[in-house]
């Protein structure tokens, strides 16, 4: 009899084990998993680490002075990450987005893993789906090969603790809608027999939209732990995205509509029906029409921005579609004026590039240019010869800590 109990009592110890070590696999796979929570009322939430993360984002490619966009900051023996991870910190910053991974695959995983265990900065990795290489959405051998990118690139770094998602493309829909904007324009003789402008942009929307659901579908077959972003410029056709690419899980938009969204994110819940992701936004703080720097517009446009995405949020009293945004930018550019131009790279040029008549402020510049491309940091850059650019935070810079912290 008294075997019998040993054998009885080992047996529960054994099951109780077992139990406890599935609890712990169990509980660790689900912390690990990051996704999508609808609630009542079509309202969403991203659940991280089992709780709810709201996105209080940074764009963040640190050009230094006198370098442009080929500058990889991933492998800079200056790790310019460490410095600005510590800055981004104070404030409250939680995720930074980048626009592509960087050359070196280990270098890579060195700067995520700083900035999540060092400053609990996760990231969002982006690709560019081929944008800058003639892209042809419709051209099928230019699909298959971009899509095999996305998945070396998901495979490589999808096991690192500190990314958040995946964002595909970057304002790529300006690629097929005709206007000022239009850019890598691209086309198919069966689109051009159409003889409707808007039948032809439909056509090419719908191709690239399920282009990029097929990308998605992928990358959640190598990696079911992480959401898709599909990232547009504003909401141009974003009823064929929503018909077409159900594989996405959040949109994601720039948009720079000045102060306000308008009606932004109700037209996102009747076209698109999941929650997003503001990919961009923000406020130069160069007044073209006086021709000053004025950090407090600035800091002015960014407060009242974050404060609708945060109204937006599922426990605000908006949509609650809203899952947070990245500010644009973390560190001006000096590059973007003149690209083409390398000694203008070492100057912080004042002329507007383009229009936008949402930032009301300085809108009577000459030619109503009023929109000044090297501005957009919430960090000004001072050069220091043979050493990192200096960051100097600016009145935004401690307008987001008020909001963050």
């Known amino acids: 009899m008294k075997k019998l109990r040993i054998i009885i009592i080992s047996a529960a110890v054994v099951l109780l084990c077992a139990t406890l070590v599935s609890f712990f696999i169990l509980n660790k796979i689900s912390a690990q998993k990051i996704y999508i929570k609808t609630l009542e009322g079509k309202r969403f939430q991203l659940i991280v680490d089992n709780k709810p993360y709201v996105v209080k984002g940074m764009v963040y490619s640190p050009v230094p002075i006198g370098q442009d966009h080929r500058y990889d900051f991933w492998g800079d023996p200056a790790r310019p990450h460490l410095y600005d991870g510590r800055l981004m910190k104070k404030i409250g910053v939680n995720t930074i987005r980048v626009y592509q991974p960087g050359i070196d695959e280990e270098g890579t995983?060195?700067?995520i893993s700083d900035l999540y265990n060092n400053f609990g900065i996760r990231i969002v990795i982006g690709h560019w789906l081929g944008f800058w290489d003639d892209p042809n959405y419709a051209d099928l051998a230019f699909r298959e090969k971009v899509k095999r990118d996305v998945v070396k690139m998901v495979e490589t770094y999808k096991d690192e603790k500190g990314?958040?998602?995946w964002i595909l493309g970057n304002e790529n829909n300006v690629s097929f809608s005709y206007g000022p904007q239009t850019l890598n324009l691209w086309t198919t003789a069966e689109i051009e027999a159409?003889?409707?402008p808007y039948l032809k942009r439909q056509a090419r929307a719908r191709i690239y939209y399920s282009f990029v659901n097929e990308v998605a579908k992928e990358i959640h077959r190598v990696d079911p732990n992480h959401p898709v972003v599909l990232a547009n410029a504003e909401l141009?056709?974003?009823d064929a995205a929503g018909e077409v690419s159900p594989d996405i899980d959040i949109l994601g938009c720039s948009v720079y509509r000045g102060k306000a969204f308008g009606s932004f994110f109700?037209?996102?819940a009747r076209k698109f029906k999941r929650p997003v992701i503001i990919t961009e936004f923000g406020c130069d703080r160069y007044n073209a029409f006086v021709n000053e720097e004025d950090e407090g517009i600035q800091a002015e446009f960014i407060e009242a921005q974050w404060n609708e995405i945060q109204k937006n949020a599922s426990n605000g009293s908006g949509v609650g579609n809203s899952l947070g945004g990245f500010v644009f930018e973390w560190t001006d550019e000096w590059w973007k004026f003149d690209e083409?131009?390398?000694s203008?790279?070492?100057?912080?040029?004042t002329i507007g590039s383009w229009s936008n008549g949402a930032y009301y402020f300085d809108?009577?510049?000459p030619q109503n240019l009023n929109i000044n491309e090297e501005w957009w940091g919430v960090c000004s850059l001072v050069r220091r010869k043979g050493k990192l650019d200096e960051r100097r935070p600016t009145k935004a810079y401690f307008k987001l800590k008020d909001l963050w912290r």
């Open 266 to 268: 109700r037209e996102v």
């Open 236 to 238: 141009t056709d974003i």
């Open 163 to 165: 990314i958040l998602c």
């Open 344 to 349: 203008g790279w070492y100057a912080h040029d």
């Open 340 to 342: 083409g131009n390398s």
């Open 194 to 196: 159409l003889e409707d």
């Open 109 to 111: 995983k060195k700067v």
């Open 363 to 365: 809108i009577k510049a």
